[in-house]
């Protein structure tokens, strides 16, 4: 089944970003829905099983969605996007979304770098770990290792002691000096200060140890022991489990998909955070990784931008969010040494068992591709895409539709469109 | 730094065709240049199914693309792993009872040409491929068609080639040709002129950049490709109606064709547009296809689509490629405008420039695909 379904602003993502830009622009009187891949509103971040569970920030913000009168497509995929068109696979199948105007709210993923061990049963994503301790992973009594980068840390460290976890180790792999300077950087937000000690306090008896990374994973069918290293020394942790990312990455594909110019990995807006294609916006994480006050400050800004009303008020708001993306961005920038730790029969490709030594580097990513198959499994380039970039400074994957695996039958119309 | 010897042989285009060429050349003794101003296989190459295939649009293609798959045959042992060619064979579906008293036909035809085929009912069809729709009348098995990756296939011939003497350029662009002699960009930027005993154009739809009024345009084509579904279907499935769609150049086709990858994998085809060089999926052609494969295949339905992409076939307005010298420029040879068959056929087509080249006489008739043939006018799209 194909429907069509025009509206004045559609909204990609319900994170913090899409909530507000479509709180803003149904507000100022525009008919808008809001696609997000999940069942329920608040994206990543605000994963929950339970609102209560949620800070009232976003409790407040989901209450005044929901009175927006903003529709909300939720457990539906984008599949196709062009400027004012949106092909989406729902519940009910799928959807033409004619819009007059659009904004990416697309968020940001974990940027996985291979090591030895990393695809072994019970490695997962630091962010990763989280959702799946939210959606009812069993944790409980659970040595586990944590090895990441920058503020989502904190968080899912709490998250786990919270469910009992015993955390054997809590790595930033950013060295002191780095974190020590964002760390004090922070005076101008003493809100993030206050929110990073109430996470702290959940851990207080593990170290943090800072510039200090996994090396490996390593066992018998599952992982079962991480090799830690401060660039010096080398020590191991027995453990059950490992949580290991290198930050996030903005999800950018939906914008290059749309024709975006994406700068420096992000997909780059003007203060009305207008991308390069008239009527196409973009605010939070796939902007830049921020966080989510800077991210429902650009959404308000694009909600309004996209209803076609003023929002110059807001902007000093929106820089001060961008100038601790920034800071972000110094402090947890991958150290170089995690590039040197995948060796030769590392997975470097999930979706298709693709090694390391199958690569070359002067290939470029579609001849890596093509020669090896990095890349063309059902992940669509996700995953690897990131990994590659770091190892080999290979561009990013190109995006073709579908934007995401889709049953062959959503490209298909309800009928022939000729004979 | 020591020049290198003149080669005997410079090669434009290191796709399918090219590495062929470069690799039954090399074969013959002869020291062969090859350069690709991308990456070898990156074109049309890198865009296509892989089906080794026999058909019978035209008698000419007929022997060529027999005498092509008997060669990928003779290689089939020595392939590298990366090259996953398997034979699965073709069904040719005959939906109709109209179609389905056509094979007959079909079958004779092939079996002159020394090609394996067998005529299979509606009972034998559903139980060969139990996914495929129910009432379909029969169909052609064609058993000793192949399967294989082809931009790994190119690689290997390149290898093969280069172990026999042949040097690869990567980033070198031909800029001019001319006679016994090629204008190249190096990727530093830096221009050569190359003398040769021989120039051989496999350029694929850029070759009328260097032959400028040679009857090449580009035909482009969307595929879809499915994750793993191991045993969907068993053989390549191609419609009848298949050369109908591959023949008519005038507007845009569909055909159902659809392939099952050694991975599990279903590639979706196939479709058939001028539409000069726009690359971008048109979303219109891709709901034909897939209608198309979903009415023979209803079970696709529920698949997932991982990627689509399009690809540009090197079309010729008669339909067969121009293979053989070019009649302005002398020592300048055309091995392109392979259209949709260019995989299959590049073994055959390397078999003629060889020929050619080395003075002996072709395998099979090569006056057919004389680039001095004369040639109708390109249909409007």
């Known amino acids: 089944m194909s429907d069509h379904h025009a509206v004045d602003v559609a909204v990609v993502g319900a994170g913090p970003a899409g909530l507000s830009a479509a709180v803003h622009a149904a507000e100022s009187g525009a008919r808008v829905t809001v696609i997000d891949q999940t069942w329920h509103a608040g994206g990543q971040i605000w994963r929950h099983r339970d609102r209560a569970e949620l800070p009232d920030e976003a409790r407040a913000l989901m209450a005044r969605f929901e009175a927006s009168g903003a529709q909300h497509l939720a457990g539906t995929s984008l599949f196709d996007a062009r400027p004012g068109h949106l092909s989406v696979l729902g519940p009910n199948g799928s959807l033409e979304l004619i819009a007059g105007a659009v904004v990416l709210a697309t968020g940001a993923r974990e940027r996985f770098l291979p090591f030895p061990g990393w695809t072994l049963p019970n490695v997962f994503g630091v962010g990763g770990l989280q959702a799946l301790v939210k959606a009812g992973l069993e944790v409980n009594g659970k040595r586990i290792v944590l090895s990441g980068s920058g503020p989502l840390l904190f968080p899912v460290a709490a998250t786990l002691a919270q469910h009992g976890a015993q955390l054997a180790a809590v790595c930033e792999q950013a060295p002191r000096g780095r974190v020590t300077r964002f760390a004090a950087s922070l005076w101008r937000e003493p809100g993030k200060l206050a929110q990073a000690a109430r996470y702290r306090s959940t851990f207080r008896h593990v170290p943090f140890r800072m510039g200090t990374w996994i090396e490996r994973a390593e066992g018998e069918g599952r992982v079962q022991r991480a090799i830690l290293t401060d660039g010096t020394r080398r020590w191991s942790v027995d453990c059950d489990m490992v949580g290991a990312a290198c930050g996030l990455i903005p999800s950018v594909e939906v914008g290059m998909a749309m024709g975006c110019d994406i700068v420096n990995g992000v997909v780059a807006v003007d203060a009305r955070q207008q991308t390069s294609v008239a009527g196409v916006y973009a605010a939070g994480e796939c902007t830049g990784v921020a966080g989510e006050d800077a991210a429902i400050v650009e959404g308000a800004i694009a909600g309004l931008s996209a209803a076609g009303r003023p929002a110059e008020a807001l902007y000093a708001r929106r820089d001060r969010g961008r100038a601790f993306a920034a800071r972000l961005e110094t402090a947890f920038s991958p150290r170089p040494e995690l590039r040197d730790r995948a060796d030769a029969t590392t997975i470097v490709c999930r979706c298709e068992d693709v090694r390391l030594d199958e690569l070359r580097a002067e290939w470029g990513a579609r001849q890596g591709k093509l020669a090896s198959r990095a890349g063309m499994g059902a992940c669509q380039g996700r995953v690897c895409g990131a990994a590659l970039a770091h190892l080999f400074g290979w561009e990013a994957p190109r995006v073709r539709p579908p934007l995401v695996p889709v049953p062959v039958s959503a490209l298909r119309p309800a009928e022939p469109l000729r004979d | ?381």
Request: glycine share 10%.
């Open chain 2, 1 to 381: 730094m020591t020049a290198a010897p003149r080669p005997d042989v410079v090669i434009v285009g290191a796709g399918i065709v090219g590495a062929a060429c470069a690799y039954a050349l090399a074969r013959e003794q002869l020291r062969v240049l090859i350069c690709d101003a991308g990456f070898p296989g990156g074109g049309a190459t890198a865009a296509g199914m892989g089906h080794i295939v026999v058909m019978d649009d035209s008698p000419a293609q007929l022997a060529l693309s027999a005498l092509s798959r008997r060669l990928w045959e003779e290689l089939a042992a020595t392939l590298s792993l990366a090259c996953e060619d398997e034979r699965p064979g073709t069904l040719w579906i005959a939906a109709s009872g109209e179609e389905f008293s056509a094979l007959d036909e079909k079958r004779a035809l092939y079996g002159r040409a020394g090609v394996r085929a067998e005529i299979l009912d509606e009972q034998t069809l559903a139980a060969a491929e139990p996914n495929l729709r129910r009432g379909l009348a029969g169909a052609l098995f064609v058993p000793d068609d192949r399967v294989l990756y082809p931009p790994n296939a190119a690689r290997w011939l390149l290898d093969a080639a280069i172990e026999r003497g042949a040097e690869l350029r990567i980033g070198s662009a031909a800029r001019a040709v001319g006679a016994g002699r090629l204008t190249l960009v190096g990727p530093s930027g830096a221009v050569e002129t190359v003398e040769a005993g021989a120039v051989v154009i496999a350029a694929g739809i850029d070759t009328p950049s260097l032959i400028p009024g040679i009857a090449i345009v580009p035909r482009k084509g969307h595929l879809v490709i499915t994750d793993r579904y191991p045993g969907l279907l068993h053989s390549q499935l191609v419609e009848l109606g298949y050369l109908h769609s591959a023949h008519s150049m005038s507007g845009a086709s569909t055909a159902f064709n659809l392939q099952p990858r050694s991975t599990g994998q279903v590639l979706i085809g196939s479709s058939r547009e001028l539409a000069g060089r726009d690359a971008s999926i048109n979303p219109a052609i891709v709901r034909d296809m897939v209608a198309r494969a979903v009415a023979f295949m209803p079970a696709l339905a529920g698949c997932l689509a991982i990627r689509t992409w399009t690809g540009f076939r090197p079309a010729t307005p008669d339909k067969l490629p121009l293979i053989g010298p070019w009649p302005d420029l002398p020592g300048v040879w055309i091995a392109a405008g392979h259209e949709g068959l260019g995989i299959t056929t590049a073994t055959g087509s390397a078999a003629l420039i060889a020929a050619g080249i080395a003075g002996r006489a072709a395998p099979i008739d090569a006056t057919p695909f004389l680039p001095s043939r004369p040639m109708p006018a390109m249909e409007a799209a």
